[in-house]
C-alpha cells in the first residue's frame, strides 16, 4: 500500500508562481511513473505532467513551458513548479503514483488562481 500526501497548494495572484509537492509513502515502495493531475469544478480529471523513475516527462499543452515536473527518488518526491499561472488554472491538483504497476491517488491540494 502507498499513501500519497500533496501540499503547497493556495491562492495565488495571476502570473505568479506556486510549487506543490507529493510524498508517496508505504512498505516497499518502488515507484515507476508519477504525475500531476487536475480536475476543475464541473471538468474531467486531466493530466498535466507525468515524469517515469528515469526522468522522461510530458506535459499538457495547456501548460508547456510554463511548468516543470521534478522528482527526487531518493526521497519518493515528486513536485510541479507552476510559473506564469492563469485563472484557468485553478483546480484540485492530485498527484498519481504507480507502484508495482498499481496505480496511487493523493487526495488533491487546492490551487486557485485569482486576484
Known amino acids: 500500500q502507498v499513501q500519497l500526501v500533496e501540499s503547497g497548494g493556495g491562492l495565488v495572484q495571476p502570473g505568479g508562481s506556486l510549487r506543490v509537492s507529493c510524498v508517496a509513502s508505504?512498505?516497499?515502495?518502488?515507484?515507476?511513473?508519477m504525475a500531476w493531475y487536475r480536475q476543475a469544478p464541473g471538468q474531467q480529471r486531466e493530466l498535466v505532467a507525468s515524469i517515469t523513475r528515469a526522468g522522461a516527462t510530458t506535459y499538457a499543452d495547456s501548460v508547456k513551458g510554463r511548468s516543470t515536473i521534478s522528482r527526487d527518488n531518493t526521497k519518493n518526491t515528486v513536485y510541479l513548479q507552476m510559473n506564469s499561472l492563469k485563472p484557468e488554472d485553478t483546480a484540485i491538483y492530485y498527484c498519481?503514483?504507480?507502484?508495482?504497476?498499481?496505480?496511487?491517488w493523493g487526495l488533491g491540494t487546492q490551487v486557485t488562481v485569482s486576484s
Open positions: 508505504g512498505r516497499h515502495t518502488s515507484l515507476t511513473t
Open positions: 498519481y503514483a504507480v507502484n508495482y504497476y498499481t496505480p496511487y
